[in-house]
């Protein structure tokens, strides 16, 4: 029998599915996706037809009901345990702490779930914030955990283009098992190809829409709408990585939380440059004042697919929700397709070698 059959994978805080999705493309397969909000049902099960989608709070499920739901038992060598929280309250990316508070401590969840489990491996991966306030952010008990269940783990900032992903997104990762003796994070390497131009554009199959353009087809390519001043704002801006500097002297047009400022925060109103990666795409992508988020060339931000592209995600795969905010927060929570599937890589490569 083929030892990457025997693999399988729980996806915790899955979301839109993108860990799940480069798991089984590493050919690991997922037996569920768990997350607490249903506006990702959908999405989920639609793209991942052989994983059950679980809509519960952690905090809400014992470990032997899951055990129970999905026949897993607990030892299981060939069981990878997937933990992606969300991750705003530890971002560095200045947000409203308040909203996101409660989902600071969501290691402490997943914890109970590896400890019932006891997994051949396990899997975070966050912002580099949760790294950075390792004591404050339960990571250093996360930690210490795994020691005390005789687990060795790596971990560290990574950034996800040196993982196929055309986006400087720094991440925190850790892979951690109890199967062998030590263990590594998946070799990164540069590829000049990750830039935007080769992902969006008319030649990569973007025809040119104008900001608040509707797409209603599933690949929603769909822009957000611009307010009048703002339209002013980005048709001054100059293509291919223009800032807000362009503007700052017009006293109808400047930002005034950057006036006498506009040496911080440089991105915000700015546009992709093409022959550069793109900047993280977050949950805002689809808003020029977010970000650097503004097309290279076109007066709008960038589209829901084209953010979808920029983080790895085939043409194909459908995202469903209510509206472009609840599409757009999918795709920006998501782990990148492209870095899920060097994790499973590391991880099967591990068994197969083993096994050998």
Same mark, same amino acid.
């Not at 990878?80 to 560095?92: D, E, N, R």
């Not at 004591?135 to 687990?151: A, E, I």
């Not at 971990?155 to 993982?163: A, E, H, K, M, T």
């Given at each position: 029998?083929n030892n990457r059959l025997k693999i399988e994978a729980i996806d915790f805080f899955c979301g839109a599915g993108g860990m799940s999705y480069g798991?089984?493309?590493?050919g690991i397969r997922v037996l569920a996706g768990i997350d607490n909000d249903p506006q990702c049902t959908e999405t989920y099960t639609h793209n991942?037809?052989?994983?059950?989608?679980?809509?519960?709070?952690?905090?809400?499920?014992?470990?032997?009901?899951?055990?129970?739901?999905?026949?897993?038992?607990?030892?299981?060598?060939?069981?990878?345990?997937?933990?992606?929280?969300?991750?705003?309250?530890?971002?560095?990316?200045?947000?409203?702490?308040?909203?996101?508070?409660?989902?600071?401590?969501?290691?402490?969840?997943?914890?109970?779930?590896?400890?019932?489990?006891?997994?051949?491996?396990?899997?975070?991966?966050?912002?580099?914030?949760?790294?950075?306030?390792?004591?404050?952010?339960?990571?250093?008990?996360?930690?210490?955990?795994?020691?005390?269940?005789?687990?060795?783990?790596?971990?560290?900032? #990574?950034?996800?283009?040196? %993982? @196929?992903?055309?986006?400087?997104?720094?991440?925190?990762?850790? !892979?951690? +098992? $109890?199967?062998?003796?030590?263990?590594?994070?998946?070799?990164?390497?540069?590829?000049?190809?990750?830039?935007?131009?080769?992902?969006?554009?008319?030649?990569?199959?973007?025809?040119?829409?104008?900001?608040?353009?509707?797409?209603?087809?599933?690949?929603?390519?769909?822009?957000?709408?611009?307010?009048?001043?703002?339209?002013?704002?980005?048709?001054?801006?100059?293509?291919?990585?223009?800032?807000?500097?362009?503007?700052?002297?017009?006293?109808?047009?400047?930002?005034?939380?950057?006036?006498?400022?506009?040496? #911080?925060?440089?991105?915000? %109103? @700015?546009?992709?440059?093409?022959?550069?990666?793109?900047?993280? !795409?977050? +949950? $805002?992508?689809?808003?020029?004042?977010?970000?650097?988020?503004?097309?290279?060339?076109?007066?709008r931000a960038i589209s829901l697919r084209e953010g979808a592209t920029l983080q790895t995600f085939p043409k194909k795969y459908v995202f469903k929700?209510?509206?472009?905010?609840?599409?757009?927060?999918?795709?920006?929570?998501?782990?990148?397709?492209?870095?899920?599937?060097?994790?499973?890589?590391?991880?099967?490569?591990?068994?197969?070698?083993?096994?050998?």
């Amino acid at each position: 029998m083929n030892n990457r059959l025997k693999i399988e994978a729980i996806d915790f805080f899955c979301g839109a599915g993108g860990m799940s999705y480069g798991l089984s493309k590493a050919g690991i397969r997922v037996l569920a996706g768990i997350d607490n909000d249903p506006q990702c049902t959908e999405t989920y099960t639609h793209n991942n037809k052989s994983a059950q989608f679980i809509n519960y709070d952690i905090n809400s499920i014992m470990p032997s009901e899951l055990s129970d739901i999905l026949g897993v038992k607990q030892n299981n060598d060939y069981l990878v345990m997937a933990g992606c929280s969300p991750c705003q309250y530890w971002s560095k990316i200045y947000t409203d702490k308040t909203k996101s508070r409660q989902t600071a401590f969501l290691l402490n969840g997943f914890q109970k779930f590896v400890d019932w489990f006891n997994p051949g491996f396990v899997v975070i991966e966050n912002v580099p914030g949760i790294f950075a306030k390792k004591s404050h952010s339960l990571l250093l008990k996360f930690c210490n955990f795994l020691k005390s269940k005789d687990y060795i783990y790596a971990d560290g900032v #990574i950034n996800s283009f040196l %993982y @196929g992903v055309p986006q400087n997104r720094k991440r925190y990762l850790l !892979i951690a +098992t $109890r199967l062998f003796d030590k263990i590594e994070l998946p070799k990164g390497r540069k590829n000049k190809r990750l830039i935007v131009r080769n992902f969006i554009g008319a030649e990569n199959g973007f025809p040119k829409i104008e900001a608040g353009h509707k797409d209603a087809s599933d690949f929603i390519h769909t822009s957000s709408n611009l307010s009048p001043k703002n339209m002013c704002r980005i048709s001054l801006t100059p293509p291919n990585g223009g800032d807000r500097s362009s503007w700052k002297d017009d006293p109808e047009l400047q930002i005034k939380a950057y006036e006498g400022k506009d040496h #911080i925060f440089k991105d915000v %109103y @700015g546009r992709m440059y093409w022959d550069r990666p793109a900047p993280t !795409i977050t +949950t $805002r992508f689809n808003s020029f004042s977010n970000g650097r988020f503004g097309h290279p060339e076109e007066n709008r931000a960038i589209s829901l697919r084209e953010g979808a592209t920029l983080q790895t995600f085939p043409k194909k795969y459908v995202f469903k929700g209510p509206n472009q905010a609840a599409i757009a927060r999918q795709i920006g929570n998501a782990v990148p397709p492209k870095l899920a599937k060097q994790i499973g890589k590391t991880i099967v490569n591990y068994y197969f070698n083993k096994n050998r």
